[in-house]
């Protein structure tokens, strides 16, 4: 029987943080200046970040290292939560956009959870 590793894209949480980035960046490009530096500026770095830190973590040796990262992810998911109410009232979204981001990060903690949990049982340094 041969032997399979788990890759990057193989992470439901990694596949669900790194579509819904490219989402945000199709929606903020389209903001006009002031809305895109003082607002879509902020909100693409922190949905990127979440999908960045679930890499950075899959790319570290230690479970400890790893977890840092995935935890990191879950403080940039609750920052986007901000940013998607912030674009919602100040009319940057239709409300199409607003509840697709809101689904799409709301599945985020469970799943970033379970990856957790998975990392915790299969390493043991």
């Known amino acids: 029987m041969e032997k399979r ?3 990057l894209n193989d992470i439901n949480a990694y596949k669900i943080a790194f579509n819904l980035s490219n989402s945000v960046w199709d929606i903020v490009i389209e ?3 002031f809305a895109k530096k003082h607002v879509g500026g902020q909100f693409v770095e922190a949905v990127d970040s979440i999908s960045a830190n679930l890499a950075e973590g899959f790319g570290r040796y230690h479970k400890k290292d790893k977890i840092k990262f995935y935890r990191y992810s879950q403080g940039s998911i609750k920052e986007c939560f901000d940013w ?14 607003y509840q ?6 709301q599945k985020l903690p469970q799943e970033i959870n379970h990856f957790i949990q998975f990392t915790n049982q299969k390493l043991t340094i």
């Open 5 to 7: 590793y788990l890759k």
């Open 31 to 33: 903001w006009d200046w």
């Open 84 to 97: 998607n109410e912030k674009s919602k009232m100040r009319k940057l979204l239709t409300d199409e956009q």
């Open 100 to 105: 697709h981001i809101l689904e799409e990060l």
